[in-house]
């Protein structure tokens, strides 16, 4: 038998396994495409690093592209471009389909919100000498990753008369940043035996606003008085209106390339704004759909979606429920005869710490967009689990495409677990399923993507709504 000739069993073994490539590999080709689409992405990341910003970003995207505000009871014909703005931190984005309403809708949802640190409502105060912001910090964070980093001051504030000053200190050239200290180790030994978990304790996460004095014997604080005269002076604030705000201190760095071949983004935010911004790319770009598309941006996911610009509301039923009223079809048939992609990342198999993961249903960079068939804990306790009806359907539009794609759990079973909004899109009657980006070093400062993954998750997007 010649080297060359395939045994009986290689032959079989071709047949019947299945083996996800490596795209880098098998279409070299798309690697300046995908760099191409990133550079795109970077740009949105660093303009839209709240959920305000991004939906602001997004919107300018959208009016840019045809798209006008949702009117209730307008009349829309195949073609028209929507949106609905809720409240400047979720929104919807639709292009009403050539099908009838009542065949269902085509969704893709993703969330806009990140962890980050909030400003209590009252925050400020001086300490042996040092103004400081005391924070509470918001979604699932690794405590320690925020000490040392700089930081940038983003967010709203409404002043007495209904003026709304907009915050962003931190990201211009010559701007001041922020910080939170930590301990020298030649000073950590106790703090060294703390558990990793509490090495940086949440009443710890306090930021550096500033340690000049007010010159005047009569202030207790003189500290804490120049700070906030800074503060006035910058942006017309007292006191009193840190109570009417929502600040937010996001690391001040920008989205760049990593790794000496630049096949990866490293950024904040990543979870979950690169699904919002692959999405809404496939979105803005699909000129006459054959379905209605949606595509939704919500706020609140890291925190359980709650709220009323979270998922765990009405807001999206109730907008679809609007544009059932004005095609006269029935709401709930439109519910069940649509289709969702909760556009979700997972977490990548990271070879640092192999014993979190299960090698074979992991996802891994550059193999592609991941299709979560359930996430949850232990035994998938608050996961939405995609029927098998929909795992076909979904994964025969990405063959028929050409999208690398990829199965994928988020770590080994009883480790740890966690959830998308898919279970509140489930709620709905809705058939959902997760797909989103590979990412190494989730909810971290700085969290890593492939470009190859991100761009395969924009096609996965595209051919999905097409």
Not at 1 to 30: D, R, W
Not at 52 to 78: H, I
Not at 235 to 244: A, N, P
Not at 301 to 326: C, D, Q, R
Request: charged share 25%; glycine share 10%; with cysteine.
């Amino acid at each position: 038998m010649s080297s060359k000739e395939k045994t009986e069993g290689q032959v079989l073994a071709e047949e019947l396994f299945y083996e996800i490539p490596n795209i880098a590999e098998k279409a070299p080709e798309q690697i300046e495409k995908a760099a191409e689409f990133c550079e795109g992405y970077k740009k949105f990341l660093d303009a839209g690093k709240t959920e305000r910003e991004f939906v602001s970003t997004a919107v300018s995207l959208l009016e840019e592209n045809g798209y006008v505000p949702f009117e209730t009871g307008k009349s829309y014909q195949p073609g028209d471009k929507v949106y609905s703005n809720n409240r400047g931190k979720a929104l919807i984005a639709t292009t009403i389909g050539q099908k009838p309403l009542n065949e269902g809708i085509r969704l893709n949802i993703a969330h806009i919100d990140s962890p980050r640190l909030d400003l209590k409502p009252n925050p400020l105060y001086e300490k042996d000498g040092i103004a400081l912001f005391k924070t509470h910090y918001y979604g699932g964070i690794r405590k320690y990753q925020w000490t040392t980093v700089p930081l940038a001051m983003h967010g709203a504030i409404v002043k007495a008369n209904g003026e709304v000053v907009n915050v962003c200190i931190g990201e211009k050239e010559g701007d001041p940043l922020f910080c939170i200290t930590d301990l020298l180790p030649h000073l950590a030994g106790q703090q060294s035996e703390r558990s990793l978990k509490d090495g940086i304790k949440g009443e710890e996460l306090n930021i550096v606003v500033g340690s000049i004095p007010y010159v005047d014997d009569q202030v207790k604080t003189p500290v804490k008085l120049m700070a906030m005269k800074l503060l006035h002076e910058c942006l017309g604030i007292t006191e009193k209106d840190f109570l009417r705000a929502e600040i937010e201190f996001v690391p001040a760095y920008k989205a760049s390339d990593i790794g000496i071949d630049r096949s990866l983004v490293g950024a904040y935010g990543q979870d979950d704004k690169v699904c919002a911004y692959t999405a809404l790319r496939a979105e803005v770009e699909e000129k006459a759909p054959t379905w209605t598309t949606m595509t939704v941006l919500a706020d609140k996911e890291e925190i359980g979606s709650s709220g009323n610009t979270g998922l765990n509301s009405n807001f999206v039923g109730y907008f679809i429920e609007y544009l059932a009223e004005m095609a006269g079809v029935n709401y709930k048939d439109v519910l069940a005869n649509s289709i969702c992609l909760s556009a979700d990342v997972n977490a990548a198999y990271d070879p640092t710490f192999p014993q979190v993961y299960e090698p074979q249903n992991s996802c891994y960079l550059n193999k592609g967009c991941v299709l979560t068939k359930y996430t949850g804990a232990r035994g998938k306790s608050g996961t939405n689990d995609a029927g098998a009806e929909l795992m076909a359907k979904v994964i025969q539009i990405m063959d028929d495409a050409g999208v690398y794609w990829q199965i994928g759990e988020l770590g080994a079973v009883d480790v740890g677990g966690g959830g998308t909004v898919a279970k509140f899109v489930a709620e709905l009657n809705i058939d959902v399923v997760d797909l989103g980006v590979p990412i190494l070093s989730m909810h971290a400062p700085f969290e890593l993507a492939s470009k190859l993954d991100i761009y395969n998750t924009y096609k996965a997007f595209a051919a999905f709504i097409r």
